[in-house]
């Protein structure tokens, strides 16, 4: 196997933060209060069992993945276990799901007593190597990278289309090739392209330089303020600011979070899209308390409500709306459906909470 260099620059990429049109003046306060009392469940060295890689997949030299949701109890072990998201092979989201209900944990406590820690979320990589790529893979990689280099874009796109045609059975494949395209998109000024390539990127993978990471974080920073997932633009927002020291940009930082938490402490209603896939699981962390769910294409079965210190389960009705106790903090909410489902998730106005609501665009 063979591993790769990334290329040296991405040429012409704006990597300033996200721009707002209304400036704000005042920097809400504090949507919550920090609970110092609170440790979490912590795992013991013995007790997390590593998955089996699945054996078909690994004959087949595929990798995947997958993101698993459960509760830890006040004895320490797993419970609630539920698989919210994968890489498209079941196999990998059974084997996680298995490996994890054997895990066992220090219990999390709250004044001293053990409580149950019910918003705990890992994601399982099954990977066959340490990063390395094929020699098929390599051969047009360097080829498309020649071609780049000598600003020959449509020989490059000859080989970068073979590499998109080609099964990436390996996570370092396609990180590679979404670099190679933040690259040539730059070269071609095709926005809609380098948009695609940044929010596939996994910007934290080690090695991926500076001017990647800022571009790609700015990126995925737009489509989550545009989706109105606030907390994801938060979070965002929060590493940006550790990937640079220059003043102008930080100031630009700065403002997209104000702007931000404006919008949270506003009476606006924050309407997010949810769509299930075939694992009829959508998860999603809220920035505000009160929320309800509407515009369901499908049947709901339940949703639950996993926090820090806390969790329960509800039936659904078109007609409920939900109010998260202020004393549970961390939450995560996790909808259960038919599969392909798509519905609103009503995030309300502290001040104002409606049962229903209309959520324009």
């Known amino acids: 196997m063979k591993r ?18 209304d400036e704000v003046n005042e920097t809400p306060k504090n949507l919550s209060k920090l609970i110092t009392n609170f440790t979490p469940a912590m795992p013991l060295d013995e007790g997390r069992i ?35 998201e994968h890489s498209g092979e079941k196999a990998f989201a059974k084997a996680a799901k298995s490996a994890i209900k054997k895990w066992k ?31 098929s893979f390599l051969n047009e990689y360097k080829k498309a990278t020649q071609a780049l280099s000598e600003s020959d874009t449509t020989l490059a796109k000859q080989h970068i289309d073979v590499l998109v045609g080609k099964e990436k059975k390996r996570y370092s494949e396609q990180h590679y090739l979404n670099l190679l395209l933040l690259q040539y998109g730059a070269q071609v000024n095709d926005q809609a392209l380098l948009t695609k390539a940044a929010l596939d990127t996994d910007h934290n993978k080690k090695g991926v330089p500076k001017p990647y990471a800022m571009f790609i974080l700015n990126e995925k920073l737009t489509h989550a303020t545009a989706e109105s997932k606030l907390d994801k633009a938060l979070r965002y927002i929060d590493e940006m600011s550790q990937l640079t020291d220059d003043e ?14 404006a919008l949270i402490e506003s009476d606006k209603i924050i309407g997010v899209k949810g769509e299930t896939n075939n694992n009829s699981t959508w998860w999603h962390t809220p920035v505000r308390n009160q929320f309800s769910i509407i515009e369901n294409t499908h049947d709901i079965h339940k949703l639950d409500i996993r926090c820090e210190n806390n969790w329960s389960t509800y039936s659904f009705t078109k007609e409920s709306s939900w109010k998260i106790p202020s004393s549970w903090h961390g939450c995560q909410v996790l909808v259960y459906t038919e599969p392909n489902a798509t519905f609103t998730f009503v995030e309300h106005p502290y001040s104002n909470p409606e049962t229903q609501a209309k959520v324009s665009n």
């Not at 087949?60 to 276990?81: C, I, M, P, Q, T």
């Not at 102008?248 to 938490?261: D, H, Q, S, V, Y």
């Open 4 to 21: 790769l260099l990334f290329p040296l620059a991405i040429y012409g990429l704006a990597s300033s933060p996200i721009a707002f049109a």
């Open 105 to 135: 944990y220090k219990p999390a406590t709250e004044n001293g007593e053990k409580v149950d820690s019910c918003q705990n979320l890992v994601q399982m990589d099954f990977k066959m190597d340490d990063g390395g790529v094929s020699s």
């Open 50 to 84: 590593q998955p089996k890689y699945p054996y078909d997949m690994a004959a087949r030299g595929k990798e995947g993945w997958a993101r698993v949701s459960f509760v830890v109890n006040k004895e320490g072990k797993v419970e609630h276990v539920t698989v919210v």
């Open 248 to 261: 102008a940009r930080l100031n630009g930082i700065n403002k997209a979070e104000t702007k931000i938490l």
